[in-house]
């Protein structure tokens, strides 16, 4: 067994939005004799002995200089303790230590999920020997390196739970993810406006966090659109939830919406699905493998609120929590990515 070198943004089992990755390290451990983790944050996890986990130093305030110094000192320092780098999302690590990486004759394996092509993905690209991305539509750029995987979702804790009751009156929509513009969440506020003018007993819950300056006036733009539609005993803003406690939130309701303008498969999307609720999304990428009526047009309320409104609440959705475990297992994920890595 080989050993690896995992370059990522957080680890941190709290993390709304980086949580997930506990679980590939744990999974990762089982593939790998050892396993040393590069991040700039470090927060609270519980993860096998096998798996070292080093701070860049930005939990403790760190210069970006210092952070950067410490990484090209770790790089070498460590050498004898991997083999290959799994570099996580950011490609600008890739470009930092690739070419001191390739001196050393490791080899850079790289995973991206986003529809952004910017400079530095493109010299990313040049410098990684594989990259690794969950669907066609998450990474851009034309490139022969590109594996499609599949995304991870951890279907052992995303799953249904038929313990929670159905409730015949009041339906029970919810939103995951950080509250930026790309989320388009003011769709799902006309149309909650449209619901309402209906006559339609709902409820609709928004777990995320405004992350950024620009996402925090973004927040601001959108509860003051729930109040000045009178909306705000039907809306709730949760803010962040632990990436572990999330399952308890798509299990608890009706319906999930997903609005994100990503333009590539979205996690939270099939985190929802494989928890076994019906699913509307304006995702362009999630009209390949959902069925039109769980498709609707991106800016249009209309058309959500209708949909919305059909939907009911007894379905089968086996469908979608099987399209899940197939295509999109967490399992799957890491057996794929970690005989690439070991050939």
């Not at 701070?55 to 090209?72: C, M, N, P, R, V």
């Not at 410098?127 to 052992?156: C, M, N, Q, W, Y």
């Not at 039907?234 to 303008?261: A, C, E, M, R, T």
């Amino acid at each position: 067994m080989k050993n690896l070198l995992i370059i990522t943004q957080k680890v941190d089992e709290r993390d709304q939005l980086l949580g997930f990755f506990i679980e590939w390290l744990r999974k990762f451990s089982e593939k790998f004799e050892k396993i040393t983790v590069l991040c700039l944050e470090r927060g609270e996890f519980n993860l096998p002995g096998n798996v070292k986990v080093i701070s860049l130093g930005k939990d403790e305030g760190a210069s970006k200089i210092k952070q950067l110094a410490t990484f090209y000192f770790l790089l070498f320092a460590l050498r004898k303790d991997y083999d290959s780098v799994f570099v996580h999302m950011n490609p600008i690590w890739v470009v930092l230590g690739g070419i001191s990486l390739r001196l050393m004759n490791k080899k850079i394996f790289f995973w991206y999920t986003h529809k952004a092509v910017t400079p530095k993905l493109r010299l990313a690209e040049k410098l990684s020997d594989t990259i690794f991305t969950a669907s066609k539509e998450s990474f851009r750029l034309p490139s022969k390196k590109v594996i499609v995987t599949g995304h991870g979702i951890d279907t052992g804790l995303f799953k249904p739970n038929f313990q929670f009751p159905i409730s015949n009156f009041q339906f029970k929509i919810l939103s995951v993810g950080r509250i930026a513009l790309v989320k388009n969440y003011e769709v799902l506020i006309d149309a909650a406006r449209l619901l309402k003018s209906k006559g339609v007993d709902f409820s609709v819950t928004i777990a995320g966090e405004a992350a950024l300056e620009s996402d925090k006036e973004y927040e601001k733009k959108i509860k003051l659109q729930v109040t000045s539609y009178k909306l705000q005993d039907q809306f709730n803003f949760v803010g962040k939830v632990n990436h572990k406690d999330l399952p308890v939130y798509y299990q608890s309701h009706d319906i999930f919406i997903h609005l994100s303008k990503t333009g590539s498969v979205d996690k939270v999307l099939l985190e929802a699905m494989a928890c076994g609720i019906k699913v509307l999304s304006s995702n362009d990428s999630s009209r390949s493998f959902l069925p039109k009526e769980l498709i609707f047009n991106e800016n249009d309320p209309t058309q959500l609120a209708e949909k919305i409104e059909i939907s009911g609440k007894k379905q089968n959705t086996a469908d979608l929590r099987d399209y899940v475990i197939h295509n999109h297992n967490l399992d799957n994920l890491i057996n794929k990515i970690s005989n690439i890595i070991r050939q």
